[in-house]
């Protein structure tokens, strides 16, 4: 006999709220780590004064990416931290200027400098993690073909 569950049943209840913390699981973790590092950033952002110190921050994103992920996410992170500074210069100009007599172009320059360098950063980064995983991968493929010889010759071996 079946038990059909009603929309106030509280075991209906837990078993949508468990398939939705799948549905969560399920998402990309590499999303969930830039998500979280620019909720960090973000934090960090209303608690530290000071242009360079902030630019620091928005780092962190990128290195992070590129040694995990590899040059196009790391390339990606870069120009999604280099948008969120930049809506961060638009909405809170103050909290970029170095001195007070710095105006607001010279604030502008200096993020879309920093934003070209992190990009850049970014991509070189994620290339020297991809060549290492392509080093990685030939030295495992050599390592499997030593093995294969060797198997060869001990069952060819009669003694």
Known sequence: MTRTHSPA???NTERKAGGFLKQIEAVN???????????IAAVLNFA????RMVLALYTLPTIGSAYFYGRRHATLTAVAS????????Y????????APG????TTWL???LWVCVLIITGYLMGTLYEHKS???????????GVLEVLRYFVSNDKY
């Open 9 to 11: 049943d509280p075991g």
């Open 29 to 39: 973790k590499e999303l969930w780590l830039i998500l979280s590092m620019f909720i």
């Open 48 to 51: 530290v004064t000071g242009q």
């Open 82 to 89: 280099g948008l969120v500074v930049s809506l961060l210069l």
């Open 91 to 98: 909405t809170r100009p103050a909290l970029f200027q170095a």
């Open 102 to 105: 710095d105006g607001l172009v």
């Open 110 to 112: 200096d993020v879309l």
């Open 134 to 144: 392509a080093q990685l991968q030939e030295l495992r493929k050599t390592y499997y």
